[in-house]
Structures are given as C-alpha cells and as structure tokens.
C-alpha cells in the first residue's frame, strides 16, 4: 500500500528551481534509494517532506487518511511518523546517550505532559541501547563519543522515535566499510517492517542496499527501478560522467 | 459702528463744515470738548473732520495727542503742544505755526486721552503712516493694520496702494487689502471676490480672515432657528444633554438641576442634634441616602426641589440650540467656508509636505547611526552593543577639535577624518582584542561588547563630565531653508541628508567595485574557501569592522551638531540602530535605506498624530516593529531560499 | 554545561539533589544569621533591606538563567517582567495608603464620604503629580489586594504569553530575539514615562515601604519579614526550576537551546516549549519584582529600562550560566558589590595626582571584568565548583568553551 505520495512539486530559490514537478511514490515497507549529482534536489527534496521547506506547488499526501503534509510543522510531521536522519550525525552533545534516546522516545510531546510524566522507559531504553551497541555508554555525554558512535546513537533515536518513514541522508559517509556493511545491514532489516528512503552518493552502498533506485537530475526523476537498469539508461550515464 | 455714524451724521449737519482754508487750531475749537475729555464713542468725530482737513499737521498733532502732549491753555482757551515744562514755566508751541511761547505752568491743562482713545487716534495715525516716506514706517502701518483690522482701514489702505513704489510692501499692502476687503468690504460682490482670491493662501492672516469672518454665536429658540444659520445641535447627539440643559440654565430659561455638591452644602447647613430631617449624619455616607435626606428637607420645603428628568425632557424638547453666524449674509459665509476648505486642504498638503521632510532628515540620521552597524551585525554577523559609543566617541572628537581649532568650518573639516580614525581604531582595537575571540558566539558577543559599552560610557562621563556639551555647527549651516510658511529645513538636516548620501554611494561602491568589497563578500559567504583562495579572513575582518565603526564617528559628528553631545548619546540610538538594519534586512545596505526610511517616515507620521506626546510615538512605533517583524522575519529587503539559511 | 550532576544515572540524579539541597542549607543558614544579626541590632535595617532585595533579584536571576543558560533564549527584557509585577503589588500599596489617608482627613468633614467622594480624594491624592485625579481603567482592582496579587502573576504572564507567541511563532532566534525583547521593554518603559500611562509616569509609584495594616510594625520587623518572605520565595523558585529542569523536560530545554531544528525532527513543538519556559520564568520574576519593590519603597518607570535587564544576564553570565547556582552566586555576588563600591564603601586608590573614586569607576571595572568573564572564564563563577568537584573530566566540546565546533555556531546565523 502507498504510505508516501510527493506529487508535482515545484519550488524556486531566487529564480533557481530546485524541485521541478517531482512525482514520487513509496510504500509501506519499502527501502528505496535516491541517487543524483550535486545539486539534484536530493535535500531539498526531503527538506520539503520533512516540512522544513515549503514548496511552491504540490502536494505530499500521507497515509491511510491522505493527509496532505504541506503546511503541517516540522513537529507535526515529525509526530505523524516521519524520521530524517542527517547527513552530519545531529545529536545533543551536551547531554548524555540516555537523555539523548529518553527525549526521542515515543511519547506525548506537549509541554506539560513532558514536564508531569517523569518515569521514562527504562526498559526500552537498554534494548535500544543495547541495538546501537552503546549499552555501555548509556551514561556519557553523547559529545565525547567517537563519530561512528554518534551515527549509531542518532540511528537509535530515529528508532525509538518509532517512524514509519525513515529518511536517511547519506548514512554510509565517513564510515570505514566494516561499519557501512552493518549499516547497509541494518537499513535493510528496518526495511522489513517500514518505509525507508535511502540518499547516497556512493554507489557501492547503493548496491548493497539492493532495491529500487530513483535517480534525481536537476530536480526532476531521471530514472527509476533496479541499480542495474538505471545505470543503463543512457541520460544516467550522460548525467554521471558528463555529455 | 451704526451708532457712530449715525452720530457722526448728526454733528456733521449741525456744525458748519470745516473749509480748507480753516487751520487746524479752528478745527479743534469746534470740539472743545471732545478733545479736552475725548470718549471712545465721541473722538470718532474730531479725528474724521481732522482727516478730511488734509493738513499736514494733523499727523503731529494726532501724535502729540496720543502721547499726552497736548494742553489747553486756560488764558486763551487754545490747544498747544507741550515741549517742556520745569519749575512752575512751561514751554508750549502752537499747533499750526509752530511758535513756542512760555506760560505758567497752572494756567495749562493735560489732555489725557484713555487707552480706548489712543488705540482710535493710533488708528487714524496710521492712514497717515501709510504714505510715510520712510518704508519703515509704512511697514509698521501695515503690521498695525494687520493687527487691528478695522472697516475704516480699507479706504486709505485702497488709496495708499496706488502710489506705492516699493515692490514687496505694495504686494503686502494689496494683500491686506483683500483681507480687509473680504472682512468689511461694502458689497456681498466685492466680499466674495476677496474672500475668493484667498483660496490657496496658508498664511496665518489669511486663515484669521475668513475664520473671523465665519464666527458664529450659539443661540436657543424656541421655534425655526433664524438669521444665517451656521450649525443646529441636537441634545444627546452634537452636544449632551447635561450641557443643552446647561444652556437653558444659563439662560434663565430652566431651573438649575440639584448637583451632587449643592445637595451635600444644603445637608451640611441643614444638621440639627447630629441628623439631618431625622436621619443620623453617620448614615450620610452614600449618594442614595444623601438623595433621601434631601428629598425628605425639599418636602418640608427647606430647599429647593430636585428638578425631575421629565422636566429637564420637556425643557430640551421644547428648545431648539443652534449656532448662527455673525456675519449675517449667507452668500459670504458660503463662499468663507469653501475657501476655507481649499485653505484646509493646501495647509494640510503643505504640512505633509514638511513632514516629509522632517521624516527624510530623521530617516538619514537613522541610517547614518545604523549603516555602520549594518556592515559588522550584516556583513560580519557581529552584534556591536557597543557601536552607540562609536558614536559618541565621534561626536567628542568634534567636541575636542572645537576646543583646539576655534574656526568651526575648519575644525569640522578636521573633525570629520578625525571621528573616522578614532572610532574606526576603537573598533579595530575591540576587534582584535575581543570580538575575533568570540566569533560563532553572538550571544557571548552581544554581552562582551555590551561591557565594553558601559566601561566607554561611564569613561567619558569621567573624562568630559555629565553635562552636555556643545558641538557648534558654522554659520553656513545655521538657519533654515525657507519654502513657505509651513514648510521649512534647517541646513544642517540638509547636510545630514547630503552626508548620508554620499555614505552610501561610497559604501556601494566599496562593497560592489572595490578589491575590498570582493573580499568582504567572499568571506561573508564562506569563510573557508574565502581563506583557501588566499584571503586573510582576519584582515578582512578587521578592516570591515574599522569601517563600520568609523562611519559611527562621523555619524557622531553629524548627530552631536543638531543634538547635543553627551556620554548617552550613543546608547539612545543603539536600539533604533539595531531595529533599522532588523527591519531593513540584514546584510543589504539597501536593506538599511530601507529600514531607515520605514522607521523615519512611521516615527514622524505617529508624532505628527499627537504632537505633544514623541514618547508615546516612540512606543506605537517599536510595538509597529515587534508586529512588522512577525510577518517578514527577514526585514524587508530579504534573502531567500537555502542561501538564507545557512 | 559540564555538570558532573548530569552523568549519574536515574530520572533525578543524587548530585543534582544535592546542589539543590545545599543550596536551600545554605540560603536557611544564611536567613537565621541575618535575623540573629539583625536582631542584635549588628546590621542595620537599611542592609537587611538591602539583602532581602538582593534575594529577589537572586529569583529573578534564577528565571533567567533558566530561560537563557537552559532554554537558550536571551531576554533582555525580563526586568520588564520584573517592575511589572512590583508595578502589580504597588497600585495596591500605594492605593491603601492612601485610602487610609484619606479616610482620615476626611473624618473632620461634616458628612461621612461616599464612596464616590472617597475614590475622587484618593484620586486627586495619587494623580495630582501628573495633573489629573481621575482614576485610569488600569486602577480598576487597585482596592483589592487578592486581585492586584493575581495581577501580579497575570500581567507578566500575559505580556510574556502574547510576546512570546509572537516571536516564537515567527521563528525569531538568537540576537534577534534578544533586540526584540529588548524592544518590548523600551517599548513599555517609554510608555510608562508618559504622565498619561497611568501610573504616574517618570514619578513611579512612592512610599511602597509603608504596608496599609502594618502602620504600628516597626522598619526593622518590617524588613526582617520581607527579607523572609524573600528567602521562602527565592527556596521554592529555586525548588520549581530545579524540577523543571531535570528530567525529560530540562533535557528538551536543553535540546532546544544546542539545536532547534534537531528537536522539531524530533517531534517536539519547540515553540510551545519556548513558550512555557518564557511565560513560567516570566510569572517568577514578576513575583521577585512583588517582593523587592515594596522593600526599594519607590517604582518608576526607570527599573524597566533596558539596561536594568542586560545587567541581569550580565550577573547570570558572571554566576555562571546552566546552573541554578551560579545565577544565585552571580546576583548577589554582582548586585552586593556593586552597591558597596557605588555606596562609597570602597576606598579610594591615589594614583599619583589622580585619585580614582570607585563611584567613577566602578562602572569600567564592571564592563570591564565582564568582558573578561566573558571571554576567559564563560563558564562564570560557578565553573569553579567544577574545577574542585570534577577534574578528571576533560574538556570536551561544549556550548561555552571557546572552540569553534560549539553547537551555537549556528544561532544567529539566520
């Protein structure tokens, strides 16, 4: 069934288009890479999803109820069950891992039930933990871990945060490959039970990944389907290694 | 008026008419008596056989009058100037020869016209006044016929125009003609003509004419209103019923209604053994029971009655309130209040006009304080809190060079460079040592140049003291450039503007044209790549932050010579500085004009609402910012798209 | 924030109990020690009333801490909440004195008032400075001291709610919030400076010292009970915020304060939890403003200025900031200083020819040093404590060190 459907959207930085009528369709679950050179549209692509940015023109609808996601906050969409994993690990170097998976946790996010409902789930924290392989860091600061550790901690909290779409930026850059194979692992294994869209510049992550590719070229789909088939269409390869 | 001439009729057919022949001294005699006990009813006679005399010396002779210099000798029973008078001998002239005698002082008696007589004989002096041969004097006809019109003015004001050979004084002559004309002319005609040519005039006089002209009395009838009507009240609607009802009181026309105060006088007079018609005092303690207490006293008679409200109805009901004017024909009264509503209308857009410059001078000054601030916040994205005290330190570099060079053409020339070094080495010094430590941090920024402001402010507080100091502006900037009576510039807000435009054709062509500006864009947009290419960032910095703080100096300069130079003058223009580049955008020079002009042209526009209250204008005004901002975050001139957010 | 306090584990980590168990120790030893002083007659009622200040401005510094060394927001602009809330408690004083004044004088009339005669008296009393003698709309619940009580968390309540709404809401962050509430208060204290604000303009409103009730209370006893009530007050504030602060809802403040964005993909309405920090801590200093004025005795529009609120992030900054403590610390430390070099307690240095008085230069050593704390020492007094209670840990990345990866890098940039 269809959890995601972006349909026509258009939008225009200082006369520069970014997007240009972008169709898009993913269901549930599904892993789905989106490959594309610089300036593709690959991030303002999930900005606009994740409702960072604002289209011009369009509409991005959204499961079973069809809900249109253009207009609803960050926080909204966030809540509706969207995770977006950023391509530099973001997460709150100040606090430690615990507080870092305990705030992504789900749970109801109003002020005042944050503030009355103070018991978090122990439980579900160490099991989390225990995934990311930092069960026995739950206690330091999230800002004195290693980079790959950071990666895996923000993995964690886009697990506990339970979305039924992932979009994950560039997840395999700055990994040696031991760690890109657990991570294409991983990935695939969300994959099983949700939605997860994949941008990767590196097409030997991509291959791992082993599922349908969509590639971007000046804000529009180029090409869609296998790695193997997109690799063959001929504006692919015009695109990648220049007319 | 009708009364005198009437008057006047009467005594001119009684008495033989002076001949020309006649001398002044004959003309006198025929009334003796309005002379030597003049009336302001009465001297009207004596002065209009004077002037028809057409003597030369009746103008001395009313000017002797008129400063008590005038005695009747008892010997003869003649009337002589007094030259002298000392020990009991008194030096007299006669009026028409010129001759002086002496006489014993007793035998003369002081004519001693009151003011009302004096104002009258000024009056007919300044006919006489206006053919003087000195302009000088006929000028002063003039502002004195000006001040005092009069019917009577118009005759030989009219024929005083011909002969007038100076240009300017004939136009003013010719123009308080028409005033006069338009107030006391003879025919509805020639009323109506002048009142007309005065449409499109906004000085002050002429505006006096045609409002005198539509005075009005308020009157209460009891049928249709009659005479020319100017306005009918409804009681409850143009007036409340409390003052209608105040009207007819006064008037006589309807019992007074009992106040609050006269119930509370009568109780008081009316306290027998502690109570009052059988009520203690004590329980006189709300307005119902005072209301009681009296009631009970009217019913025994003690005091008048309450007037009941339906009364006070039938009172207003039965009346009709109205205002008519004192002029009593409708066709000028018509043709005033049009022309006066074409004077409205050209004040007013003479007034916007002003007010537009006034927004324009306080706009360049705004912009002046914030450009500076708009290159280091804008450009460097450094928050200066204490960029006020670049300011003020500019304008006591003006101070100090005033002291040294007294020439102030020459000491502003000099000071002008000078306020650029010094704050633009102050902002160099802070740079370096302070704010380059801080980059990525603007809170941390903000709170460390706002110490550095403090510390400045309360050094120069220790170095020049806490009073004001003068920062005197050269001759050719004093004064105002005059457009008409209400629109006016004074040239320093002149040179201000001038000086801020030249600021920001420089800073464009710095920024747009010059190795520098490149630079400084190349580091504002990537500060990485910027150094890689071979930009030394801190250079850069530096050199942006001297400039920005250096153009605060001579704005320092500019502002301290229309304001005054004090330790705080810098902090009174911070918030505005920083709302200016907020509101215009940040990082756009043209962003600040922008601002600049928003922010000058909405604080004149709200004083101009409420003149008396610029507090007040200053509070509408940032409350205007906080809800401007809400809807463009950006300021007006914004950046957009993913370059804006990065 | 290198608290050692934030690494243990469970939901209410036993240190951070115990900074805030010490505190409250030390504030009750503190408040014994003055009475007994005080009552020996060892310090004077003018310095009691000086420390029960000092404690309300401690309050408010406390507030703001929370609202800018955790939430990351920089209000220049809390004092307003502040005068607000003394503005709140001192139409009541003035109000009832003045109506017992008045009742007084109008004793020896013939009449007994009526209540419209009363309020007119009273009216031409309270406003005569500024020409008028009618009672303004805002005067309506001046008789009442439960409703000017309520005001007093109403008013600033209501003012940070609308403001904070608007800002928020429109994404306005960093410096720009901070000129922003900046504006707000210049906004209402050039408001206040007009005779037709209501308020009696640039005269304020007086002789809050005298409480209607206590007119047989001596000063002394007088003073000695709002420094009380001050203690009690600055305890439970500090009690609220450091529960606030811990748990899931200080670690989404915090959240919000290193990274905005990050908590909006996180789910989090980060303008609802903006709001509820500024709105709370605004209702805090509002109620610090209620105790410290009728001890100032005096209110004018002056208190609201805005550098009365930069001075508090200035005391916040020097304390310490992200801790509760080091607010506290820097208020009193910053505030008592002051007021003993600008009272002339300090002595004078003789530098050759020229002798430097402190009531000169006290304000350059101010800016100075603050300056200093600013770039040398970011963590404030309080970064001491971790100097002596944490020194194994290193240095690490961190919001106030002076390295170039800190998370602000990105505030402002906007």
């Not at chain 1, 949700?194 to 590196?202: F, Q």
């Not at chain 2, 004309?181 to 005039?201: K, M």
């Not at chain 3, 000086?50 to 401005?57: A, F, R, V, Y």
């Not at chain 3, 009580?149 to 709610?161: C, H, I, N, Q």
Request: charged share 20%; glycine share 10%.
């Amino acid at each position: 069934m269809t959890l995601l459907e972006v349909d026509g959207i258009s939008v225009t930085f200082d006369g520069f288009r970014a997007i240009n009528s972008l169709s898009l369709s993913m269901g549930e679950p599904e892993l789905r890479a989106i490959i594309g050179p610089n300036g593709a549209g690959k991030t303002t692509f999930m900005d606009i999803v994740t409702g960072k940015t604002r289209p011009d023109s369009g509409r991005v609808v959204w499961g079973e109820d069809n809900r249109d996601l253009i207009g609803m906050s960050e926080s909204a969409i966030a809540r509706a069950g969207i995770g977006r994993k950023f391509q530099k690990p973001t997460v709150f170097e100040d606090q430690t891992v615990r507080e870092n998976l305990a705030m992504a946790l789900k749970a109801r996010r109003d002020p005042f039930r944050v503030l009355f409902r103070r018991a978090d789930n122990a439980g579900r924290i160490a099991e989390l933990a225990d995934e990311i392989s930092l069960a026995d860091h739950l206690m330091r600061k999230a800002g004195e871990l290693s980079h790959g550790q950071k990666q895996w901690l923000e993995i964690g909290m886009l697990l506990a945060q339970e979305p039924r779409l992932l979009l994950v930026d560039e997840p395999a850059a700055g990994m040696t490959p031991a760690e890109r194979g657990h991570t294409a692992d991983l990935l695939k294994r969300l994959a099983k039970t949700r939605a997860v869209i994949v941008v990767e510049h590196d097409m030997e992550f991509v291959r791992r990944l082993d599922c349908k590719v969509t590639v971007l070229h000046e804000g529009r789909v180029l090409a869609e389907g296998s790695l193997d088939h997109v690799t063959k269409n001929r504006d692919v390869i015009d695109v990648y290694l220049g007319r | 008026m009708l009364r005198i001439l009437i008057l006047a009729l009467g005594v001119l057919t009684l008495l033989p008419t002076p001949g020309r022949a006649q001398d002044l001294q004959t003309i006198l005699q025929l009334h003796t008596e309005e002379v030597e006990n003049p009336g302001r009813q009465t001297v009207g006679v004596v002065i209009e056989d004077l002037i028809a005399a057409e003597m030369p010396v009746v103008p001395v002779f009313l000017t002797h009058w008129q400063d008590r210099e005038i005695v009747l000798n008892a010997e003869d029973g003649r009337f002589y100037a007094l030259v002298d008078d000392a020990d009991g001998q008194a030096t007299i002239r006669d009026l028409d020869t010129g001759a002086e005698s002496t006489v014993a002082a007793p035998a003369l008696t002081e004519v001693r016209p009151n003011g009302g007589v004096r104002r009258e004989i000024a009056a007919a002096l300044v006919r006489f006044q206006l053919s003087d041969p000195a302009p000088a004097n006929r000028r002063a006809a003039l502002d004195a016929i000006a001040r005092q019109p009069d019917a009577d003015q118009i005759a030989p004001l009219a024929a005083s125009v011909e002969d007038e050979e100076d240009e300017v004084i004939r136009a003013d002559k010719e123009r308080l003609l028409n005033i006069l004309t338009a107030r006391y002319g003879d025919t509805t005609e020639a009323r109506i003509t002048a009142i007309e040519r005065l449409s499109g005039r906004i000085t002050p006089d002429a505006r006096a004419a045609l409002s005198q002209v539509l005075t009005t009395s308020d009157q209460i009838g009891t049928g249709e209103p009659d005479g020319n009507v100017a306005q009918v009240y409804t009681p409850g609607d143009e007036i409340t019923r409390a003052e209608a009802y105040g009207r007819l009181v006064d008037e006589g026309l309807a019992p007074a209604p009992v106040s609050p105060a006269a119930i509370r006088d009568a109780l008081i007079a009316n306290i027998e053994d502690g109570a009052i018609a059988g009520v203690p005092v004590a329980e006189m303690n709300t307005d119902a029971a005072r209301r009681d207490a009296y009631e009970r006293l009217a019913e025994a008679g003690t005091v008048p009655p309450f007037v009941p409200d339906e009364q006070i109805d039938a009172a207003l009901e039965s009346h009709v309130f109205y205002a008519v004017y004192d002029e009593d024909d409708p066709l000028v009264t018509d043709a005033a209040r049009a022309t006066l509503r074409s004077v409205d209308t050209q004040v007013s857009l003479n007034k916007t006009a002003d007010l537009a410059l006034d927004a324009l001078s306080l706009a360049s000054i705004y912009f002046l304080a914030a450009i500076g601030l708009a290159i280091t916040f804008g450009v460097m994205g450094v928050i200066n809190m204490a960029h006020g005290e670049f300011i003020m330190m500019g304008a006591y570099t003006g101070y100090v060079v005033q002291q040294i060079v007294p020439d102030y053409t020459l000491s502003l020339i000099i000071a002008l460079p000078l306020a650029f070094v010094v704050a633009g080495a102050a902002g160099i010094a802070m740079e370096r040592l302070v704010i380059r430590h801080l980059y990525h941090r603007p809170l941390e920024t903000l709170l460390a140049t706002f110490g550095i402001s403090i510390a400045l402010q309360q050094l120069a507080k220790n170095i020049f003291g806490t009073q004001a100091r003068p920062l005197t502006a050269p001759d050719w900037l004093s004064g105002q450039l005059v457009f008409n009576e209400l629109v006016a510039i004074s040239y320093i807000r002149i040179a201000i503007f001038v000086l801020a435009g030249l600021f920001l054709a420089l800073l464009l062509f710095i920024l747009r044209r010059t190795r520098l500006g490149l630079e400084v864009r190349a580091v504002t947009q990537n500060r990485g790549m910027a150094a890689s290419m071979g930009i030394d960032p801190d250079k850069i910095n530096m050199a942006t932050f001297g400039l920005g703080s250096g153009i605060a100096g001579i704005a320092g300069v500019a502002i301290g010579l229309y304001a005054q130079v004090t330790s705080e003058m810098g902090a009174n223009y911070i918030v505005q500085s920083f709302m200016t580049v907020v509101v215009g955008g940040v990082g756009n020079v043209w962003g600040t004009l922008a601002g600049a002009g928003l922010i000058g042209v909405l604080q004149k526009s709200i004083e101009s609402m409420n003149p008396s209250n610029t507090l007040a204008a200053q509070t509408y005004m940032i409350l205007f910012i906080i809800i401007f901002i809400q809807f463009r975050p950006r300021g007006i001139v914004a950046l957009r798209g993913r370059a804006a957010e990065a | 924030m290198t608290d050692a306090t934030m690494t243990l584990p469970h939901r209410t980590p036993p240190v951070r109990q115990t900074s805030t168990f010490g505190f409250l120790a030390a504030l009750a030893v503190f408040a014994v020690t003055v009475t007994v002083l005080a009552e020996q007659g060892a310090i004077s009622t003018s310095f009691v009333k000086t420390l029960g200040k000092t404690l309300c401005l401690c309050l408010a510094a406390v507030a703001m801490d929370v609202v800018w060394g955790y939430t990351g927001i920089l209000s220049l602009g809390h004092m307003a909440f502040f005068g607000l809330g003394g503005y709140a408690i001192g139409m009541w004083l003035m109000y009832a004195r003045t109506e017992g004044l008045v009742v007084q004088s109008l004793a020896s009339q013939p009449l007994p008032p009526t209540p419209g005669e009363l309020r007119d008296a009273i009216g031409s009393q309270i406003f005569g400075v500024v020409g008028s003698s009618d009672f303004p709309l805002i005067w309506m619940f001046a008789d009442s001291l439960f409703l000017q009580l309520m005001m007093v968390v109403l008013v600033p309540g209501m003012l940070a709610l609308v403001f904070g709404w608007l800002a928020f809401r429109s994404r306005v962050t960093g410096v720009y919030l901070s000129i922003l509430t900046q504006a707000m208060t210049l906004a209402l204290a050039l408001y206040l400076f007009q005779n037709d604000s209501g308020l009696r303009g640039n005269n304020g409103l007086s002789g809050l010292q005298n409480i209607p009730g206590f007119e047989n209370t001596s000063q002394a006893a007088l003073s000695l009970g709002f420094f009380w009530a001050s203690a009690v007050a600055l305890a439970l504030g500090y009690l609220l915020f450091a529960w606030v602060v811990s748990g899931r809802m200080g670690s989404v403040l915090r959240a919000v304060r290193d990274d905005e964005a990050r908590v909006r993909f996180l789910g989090y309405h980060v303008e609802s939890f903006k709001l509820f920090a500024f709105v709370l801590t605004a209702v805090v200093t509002g109620i610090a403003g209620a105790l410290y004025y009728p001890q100032a005795g005096i209110i004018n529009p002056n208190e609201i200025a805005p550098i009365a609120s930069i001075y508090l992030a200035v005391w916040v900054a020097i304390g310490g900031r992200g801790r509760l403590y080091g607010a506290v610390i820097g208020a009193a430390f910053v505030s008592l200083l002051s007021s003993w070099f600008t009272g002339g307690g300090a002595p004078a240095i003789a530098l050759g020819g020229y002798s430097l008085q402190w009531t000169d230069w006290w304000l350059v050593l101010l800016g100075l040093s603050f300056v200093a704390v600013t770039l040398f020492a970011p963590k404030g007094i309080g970064g001491l404590v971790d100097l002596i209670a944490d020194r194994r840990r290193p240095d690490r990345q961190g919001d106030y060190g002076p390295d170039k990866g800190a998370k602000r890098a990105e505030e402002g940039a906007e």
